[in-house]
């Protein structure tokens, strides 16, 4: 897919070896112009320096960042043209526990972070743009604990059928992708535990983690034309989504649970 000339925005790129940083890494390799951003702009600016693009520091939980990265990315070439939302947060909690601030927090960084990505990305985008925002497995797959994460990123699932309705007659395309288990950063600590990583691995069809980069890869293929889709949410994880989650009664019962 030749993107010469494209404009796309990912925002969530901070973490080297994570899903944003890959997807830039991909776009730029395909020709395009990227801008990329997060809370974290020491990795952002350090991804742009070697990917020759724009680095915006932008908390994708605050409207006014969301915007200003939007017009920073517009008035690189007038225009975007594709817009990649990875930045989310996994917090945790039970619903019978988890106070008011651990609810607001999972909706402010799971839920509101995706509306105003949609809202300003459109209100710069292109007609026939496009938008992919990474959602999660753990919509669908139901284990204690997560309630908070699951719930926000149930309801983001929602806008984004919503939203591809609301911009279908400026021919712009809004599409998730349900990422599975990613071999990033982010697993690493899970990774440290064998046998608890092995109850995750179990539980997926193919038996191995999913790369950030076919994350990246399945969010630019749903932005390009060649991709007659709108408002789906893809899963990317190797099968897990077929199967099930380890509940909490095993991953504790695991010898290297605490670890």
């Known amino acids: 897919?030749?993107?010469?000339?494209?404009?796309?925005?990912?925002?969530?790129?901070?973490?080297?070896?994570?899903?944003?940083?890959?997807?830039?890494?991909?776009?730029?390799?395909?020709?395009?112009?990227?801008?990329?951003?997060?809370?974290?702009?020491?990795?952002?600016?350090?991804?742009?320096?070697?990917?020759?693009?724009l680095a915006v520091?932008?908390?994708?939980?605050?409207?006014?960042?969301?915007?200003?990265l939007a017009e920073a990315a517009a008035a690189r070439s007038g225009q975007i043209d594709i817009a990649v939302l990875a930045?989310?947060?996994?917090?945790?909690?039970?619903?019978?526990?988890?106070?008011d601030a651990i609810w607001e927090q999972a909706w402010s960084a799971n839920f509101m972070a995706a509306v105003y990505f949609i809202r300003h990305m459109a209100r710069r985008m292109a007609e026939g743009g496009a938008m992919s925002l990474v959602t999660t497995l753990a919509v669908g797959k139901a284990t204690a604990g997560n309630a908070p994460y699951a719930s926000a990123k149930a309801a983001g699932d929602a806008l984004i059928r919503h939203a591809a309705i609301e911009y279908a007659p400026r021919g712009i395309r809004v599409n998730g992708?349900?990422?599975?288990?990613?071999?990033?950063?982010?697993?690493a600590a899970v990774k440290a535990m064998p046998e608890m990583w092995a109850l995750f691995m179990r539980e997926v069809v193919l038996h191995r983690p999913v790369a950030p980069a076919e994350i990246g890869a399945a969010c630019l293929w749903l932005a390009s034309p060649e991709a007659a889709v709108t408002g789906a949410v893809l899963p990317v994880d190797n099968g897990s989504h077929l199967l099930r989650l380890p509940q909490a009664e095993e991953l504790t019962s695991s010898p290297f649970a605490g670890e």
């Not at 901070?14 to 395909?30: P, Q």
Request: with cysteine; aromatic share 2%.
């Open 1 to 53: 897919m030749d993107l010469t000339g494209k404009t796309v925005v990912v925002l969530g790129a901070s973490a080297r070896g994570g899903t944003g940083w890959a997807t830039a890494e991909l776009a730029r390799g395909r020709g395009a112009e990227v801008v990329v951003a997060a809370r974290g702009f020491d990795g952002v600016r350090a991804l742009a320096d070697e990917i020759g693009g």
């Open 57 to 68: 520091r932008c908390d994708a939980r605050v409207e006014a960042e969301v915007e200003a």
């Open 87 to 99: 930045a989310g947060e996994p917090i945790p909690g039970s619903i019978d526990a988890a106070d």
């Open 177 to 187: 992708v349900a990422a599975g288990h990613i071999d990033s950063p982010m697993s």
